[in-house]
């Protein structure tokens, strides 16, 4: 595993030790009625571990079917502008606080490398992962510029924020397809049936292949062998 | 009991393999012909398509006695699946047969499946695939063994009734058993159902057992056999203080109400209830009282006074202070039996032994507080008492005469442990004329059986029931080779001054000179021997082909063992009386890291495990030597462990050391000399985290260290949505080790499907209540680096429990369908597509690849209690997985079984791709049952690791017994068989070149004579 680009991350096993839970509220399906989500979005410009967050924008899902989407951002300071551009050796990290429809508040947390999203002139998309329900589970960014190459970005480029919105569904799991089983060996059994029904040609039609072969070899013996064959004969009488 | 369906099951198994056996030699059993069909069906070698002559997996064939006669390179479909050998003479001979022997039955399968055959097709797969576990009867236990273990002693009990002498014991595990009084082996075992416990048992006629939860379950069992006799059930509440007691013929249940005291009593044999009656006991309204049951009198004591009365005759209470005995009352008396007659009442600083009478209690000795008694059973009227010495590490057993109350000099000895002391306590005693017996459960899990007076003739180690975590470990290298890798292998500033011709030949020289003086030493004789306690040091060397190998494994009782994987013999054990392990949700879990392997002469191997303190909750690391078991360092970190992890790269000195996150989110690394390696590497360390019943994932950074501190910034953060009663059930990430030898799956077109090879995918499972599908299974796939959801999927109506294997880039779980009350497995595979989006190596965070899943479902004809992937040095090999079911079966099923790729209907391409045809339930052959008839039961856990050979995995099977195999998921394709030809080979051999001499011999005769016409 090279060292560099794959940071090697090894897992432990978590240990839960903050035992409270959030009370059971029961939730009622987003995705029946069509949900919306408003997503409101902060992100950090200095990379040291306690930086603010500051406002950058929101987002409004209209529909999460649909995918319709309502994007607002500000128009970034020239001097936030300047940040992004010195946050190319460190991680530029977004939070992201959803409302769902309901009134159901959560965050989430996600980052990409600063290079990224400077290289790609603040061209990032925004992935919300909802979970059965319609209710996020996740929401994490990453930019159209996959691999950092050091090229330089026109400041112009530097001054809004490019948001392309995915919204990702959860997926049906696979069960055991028996019915597809069973009309496959119905239709197989079927074809024998025919296959039997239709097949009434005589013995030497059908098996002509085999015959003709152990019949030819029988005469090719026999004709190269003909004193043995004769001797046979002979011993018979 | 196990004796004759066992029996039966073995010819069976037996019959079956000799069926194998002849087909085997139907489709050429030799090396080659493995290497053959093998490479056949699993295209595991995209580079073929470009280059015909190209091999991918360069296999060694070896013979049993390690020598090399050969290279076999293996070659794919692209090459007409053909051996190409390089080699010797003999290899082109044997190559030769092998490809007779396997082509022809090939061809001919493919010509049965284009008429449709699919039967036959899916039988001749089969064939192939389970037959990998083909036993024949003289190599039963070659390969595995199986060690059965019952746990910690709860009540047991000497039967010197019927024919043999033995110990009948019930335990903590819910298991009864009879031990061997002479060799502590099980005669007889029955285990009893899981998660409950024996609450009584009684030795009469036959051993009585009232044990479960709710639903008492009260058994009788024959002592000789441990076949059941008879069995009937009740419904009782359960409380911490009923007490149950056999009584001629009677069993009888004694609950505390309020201010009351419920007897009931049955018949014992038939269940009839013979009535209960609440007998009034004002004084249990405080609780702070005890109540024992001594034969068929309830005895109870207050702060102040003695209660009792006969459970038979049913009068009130009888009352006696506790003055009368000149006892000064105590806040929280307790109470413990003493054998039959008599109990114990304990206060603090010393505890006093009454005798029950007609008339009451009536006080005869007085011993320490932390003393253990046990009268013994029958007319001897001695009672034994154990006294714990943990300064002298030893058990001080004296004997008290119960008529007098004296101590009776002639049996009390002394049992000296040293380090292997542990408090102990007296569980049964018996004295038959004379000559007594003991024997003791201690406190790290042991069963010890004592003569008394004498010393202690066997011990059991049961902590070996309860394992949390293993390692299997190389063993070092023999002195001879450690003298040369540390000639080769110094650091590099030593290579840096010896560079050039001259200081080369120097650096020969000087190692070679050393080397003749440990010759010279040995020879003579200077060199101490290995210390000659357990096993020499000679014995556990590294082997050729890495098969041989050290078992670490860390038990809940405190106690870690090295365990010789060959024959499971116990090499080493440590005792950790403080430590105990951690938990994720209920489970426990031991956190087990090997810091530095044994290859690194002359630094010594170094393993650590982290727990928490016993006392204070508090961290507790403890580093230890993994081949001698010598305890190193034992540091109470400080914190409370969230989260381990270790670092991906070793430091000059070789040590891979952890970075362990604290509840607080701070960040420590262990051992702590290991700082400095986890600041250099902090820029590209990510760690991982999760709190399951908050539903929360995080990830964090260590790209904030400082050059002094490591730091960790939190970087994503997931909440799983709440819900009712949600619960995340599991959180599995790839084996760290894992290494992935084929980047794609050549399909029948030749083009390559590349895979989605992620190794910091983390599969977490959660499920949910829903209102309209009862239970919802979650299943989401999330790269631990960037925190992006890669899959998601859900189950409706399905629920726990659920297993999971994670590996490559499939995904492989059981769970439970409500809706159709059966197991099911999900298999899903993860492709990149036709093209790799980055060729030298996989970085989670410039990776935005959304891949492309391949899923199926298959039904399982079992529950799963666990299950593992094998896991081999190279990744070559196929993958199986190792099931282990609840009937004590180990069923080793082949990948491709649960392949998500299997076509409903078989097209020309997928039969050119070798996947076989969609059929949803899977099948369970008896051939694939790895354990044959020894059942393993109630199994936890799996540990696969790879050995020194590419084609054969090390299983270590553990729960309440032990079990190991090695397994060659593509047959033993690097190692011929034991039954390999060596003089049939050499004497063809030799005959052909006496025939070419002759031949040659007689033809220049012949060339001679005709010259001369």
């Known amino acids: 595993m090279n060292s560099l680009s794959a940071p090697g991350v090894l897992f432990g096993i978590a240990i839960f030790l903050h035992a409270s839970y959030l009370g059971h509220s029961y939730l009622q399906s987003e995705v029946d009625y069509d949900g919306q989500l408003s997503i409101d979005l902060q992100h950090a410009l200095d990379d040291t571990p306690e930086s603010a967050f500051k406002s950058r924008g929101s987002i409004d899902i209209r529909s999460i079917r649909s995918g319709f989407v309502d994007i607002d951002q500000d128009v970034i300071a020239p001097e936030d502008a300047a940040k992004i551009s010195a946050l190319r050796n460190g991680v530029y990290r977004l939070r992201a606080k959803v409302t769902t429809g309901g009134g159901k508040k959560s965050s989430f947390l996600t980052f990409v490398d600063g290079c990224s999203l400077y290289e790609s002139g603040l061209s990032d998309i925004l992935t919300v992962s909802l979970d059965h329900s319609g209710h996020p589970m996740a929401v994490s960014l990453s930019t159209t510029k996959g691999v950092c190459d050091g090229s330089p970005v026109d400041a112009k480029n530097l001054r809004t924020f490019n948001t392309t919105v995915l919204i990702s569904h959860m997926e049906q799991a696979p069960i055991p397809d028996t019915s597809a089983y069973i009309q496959k060996l119905e239709r197989e059994k079927e074809a024998r049936d025919r296959g039997e029904t239709k097949d009434n040609r005589s013995f030497f039609a059908k098996y002509w292949m085999y015959i003709v072969p152990v019949v030819i070899f029988v005469l090719i013996s026999s004709a190269a062998n003909p004193e043995g064959a004769a001797g046979n004969a002979g011993g018979g009488r | 009991m196990e004796s004759t369906p066992g029996q039966r099951q073995h010819q069976q198994s037996v019959q079956t393999r000799l069926f194998y056996r002849e087909n085997s030699q139907l489709y050429g059993s030799t090396a080659g012909a493995e290497i053959a069909t093998r490479n056949q069906h699993h295209n595991i070698i995209p580079a073929l398509k470009s280059s015909s002559i190209v091999g991918s997996g360069k296999s060694e064939l070896r013979d049993e006695s390690h020598r090399s006669i050969g290279f076999a390179v293996l070659c794919g479909p692209a090459c007409g699946s053909r051996i190409v050998v390089v080699g010797g003479p003999l290899i082109g001979l044997i190559a030769g047969m092998a490809l007779t022997v396997a082509s022809g039955p090939v061809s001919k399968s493919s010509d049965m499946c284009s008429k449709g055959y699919y039967i036959l097709w899916t039988l001749f797969f089969l064939q192939f695939f389970t037959c990998v576990s083909c036993l024949f009867e003289d190599q039963i236990g070659k390969f595995d063994w199986r060690q059965r273990y019952i746990g910690k002693i709860r009540f047991a009990a000497f039967d010197a009734v019927s024919g043999t002498r033995k110990i009948l014991v019930a335990t903590e595990q819910n298991v009864l058993a009879a031990l061997h009084p002479k060799s502590g082996n099980i005669l007889w075992q029955q285990v009893l159902e899981k998660d409950e416990s024996v609450q009584h048992m009684h030795v009469g006629k036959e051993l009585v057992s009232v044990s479960g939860g709710p639903r008492v379950h009260v058994r009788a069992w024959d002592k000789t056999n441990g076949l059941l006799a008879w069995e009937w059930s009740l419904s009782q509440q359960q409380s911490a203080r009923a007490r149950w007691a056999v009584d001629k013929g009677r069993l009888y249940h004694v609950v505390p109400l309020d201010g009351q005291l419920e007897v009931s009593a049955f018949s014992l044999e038939s269940g009839f209830d013979l009535g209960s009656r609440r007998l009034a006991a004002p004084w249990t309204a405080g609780g702070a009282y005890d109540c024992v049951l001594v034969g068929a009198t309830v005895v109870c004591v207050t702060q102040h006074s003695f209660y009792w009365t006969s459970l038979a005759d049913g009068g009130a209470f009888a009352e006696v202070p506790l003055a009368s005995f000149d006892l000064t009352p105590a806040a929280v008396p307790v109470l413990s039996g003493v054998g039959e007659l008599a109990f114990s009442l304990r206060l603090p600083g010393k505890q006093t032994v009454f005798l029950m009478g007609d008339k009451g209690p009536r006080a005869i000795h007085e011993a320490s507080a932390t003393a253990s008694l046990l009268a013994t059973p029958f007319d001897s009227n001695i009672m034994f008492k154990l006294e714990n010495k943990p300064d002298s590490s030893a058990l001080q057993v004296s004997a008290v005469s119960l008529n007098t109350g004296v101590e009776v000099d002639e049996y009390s000895s002394t049992l000296i442990l040293g380090s292997k002391f542990s408090p102990c306590t007296l569980t049964a005693a018996i004295c038959i004329k004379d000559e007594c017996a003991a024997v003791l459960s201690g406190d790290d899990h042991t069963i010890s059986f004592v003569n008394i007076p004498g010393q202690i003739t066997w011990t059991r180690e049961e902590a070996l029931a309860s394992i949390i975590s293993t390692e299997i470990i190389d063993l070092p290298v023999s002195d001879l080779d450690a003298a040369i890798e540390s000639e080769f292998g110094s650091k590099q500033e030593d290579l840096g001054v010896a560079t050039g011709i001259v200081g080369m030949v120097m650096r020969r020289l000087t190692s070679q000179v050393m080397q003749i003086k440990v010759l010279a030493q040995t020879v003579l004789g200077l060199v101490q021997p290995a210390s000659s306690s357990g096993p020499s040091r000679a014995s556990l060397i590294r082997d050729t082909f890495g098969l041989h190998k050290m078992i670490v494994a860390v038990t809940s009782a405190g106690k870690a063992f090295g365990i010789d994987n060959l024959r499971g013999e116990l090499i080493w054990q440590i005792q950790l009386p403080r430590f105990a392990p951690l938990h994720v949700g209920k489970s426990p879990v031991v956190p087990l890291y090997v810091l530095r392997t044994t290859s690194h002469v002359p630094f010594t191997p170094l393993c650590a495990i982290l727990g928490k303190d016993r006392l204070t909750g508090e961290g507790l690391a403890v580093a230890f030597e993994p081949i001698k078991g010598l305890v190193l360092s034992s540091d109470a970190l400080g914190y409370k462990v969230q989260q381990v992890m270790q670092l991906p790269h070793p430091d000059d000195e070789f040590l891979r050391g952890l970075v362990v996150l604290d509840d607080q989110l701070k960040v420590h690394a262990y051992p702590p000399e290991s700082k400095a390696n986890a600041i250099k590497q902090a820029a590209s360390l990510y760690m991982f985290t999760t709190w399951p019943a908050k539903g929360t994932f995080a990830g964090f950074s260590f790209a904030h260290s400082t050059k002094q501190d490591l730091v960790a910034t939190k970087v994503w953060e997931l ?162 997985l190792i099931m282990a079911l609840p009937n004590g079966n180990i ?16 097209t020309g391409e997928m039969r050119d791709e070798g996947v076989i045809p969609y059929t949803p339930e899977l099948p369970i052959p008896p051939d694939a049952i790895i354990n044959y008839n020894q059942t393993v039961n109630r199994v936890r856990g799996i540990h696969t690791a790879p050995s020194g050979l590419e084609s054969t995995c090390l299983v270590l099977v553990y729960g309440l017994d032990l079990f190991y195999i090695r397994v060659a998921p593509s047959k033993a394709f690097d190692l011929l068989k034991d039954d390999f030809d060596h003089f049939l080979i050499a004497a063809v051999l030799l005959g052909l070149v006496i025939a070419s001499y002759v031949t040659k011999k007689l033809a220049a005769r012949k060339a001679r004579n005709q010259a001369w016409k």
């Open chain 2, 719 to 880: 909440q799983l949505p709440d819900g009712p009663d949600r619960e995340v059930v599991a959180v599995v990430g790839k084996n760290p080790t894992e290494r992935v030898n084929s980047q794609g799956r050549v399909l029948a077109d030749r083009s390559v499907m590349y895979k989605y090879i992620n190794p910091n995918l983390i599969a977490i499972i959660s499920q949910v209540s829903d209102s309209s599908h009862k239970y919802i299974l979650n299943m989401y796939l999330v790269d631990g680096v960037s925190g992006a959801v890669v899959h998601s999927a859900t189950h409706k109506r399905a629920r726990a429990p659920v297993n999971v294997v994670h590996s490559e880039n499939w995904l492989v779980y059981s769970y439970f369908n409500e809706k159709m009350r059966r197991t099911e497995l999900a298999s899903f595979e993860l492709y990149e597509g036709k093209s790799r989006s980055n060729t030298t190596a996989f970085s989670s965070k410039s990776n935005s690849v959304r891949p492309l899943v391949e899923q199926q479902a298959y039904i399982f004809p079992s529950t799963v209690d666990t299950m593992k992937e094998t896991i081999t040095e190279k990744g070559i090999t196929s993958k199986h």
């Open chain 2, 891 to 906: 069923l080793e099923l082949p990948w491709m079984f649960v392949d998500p790729r299997r076509p409903t209907v078989q």
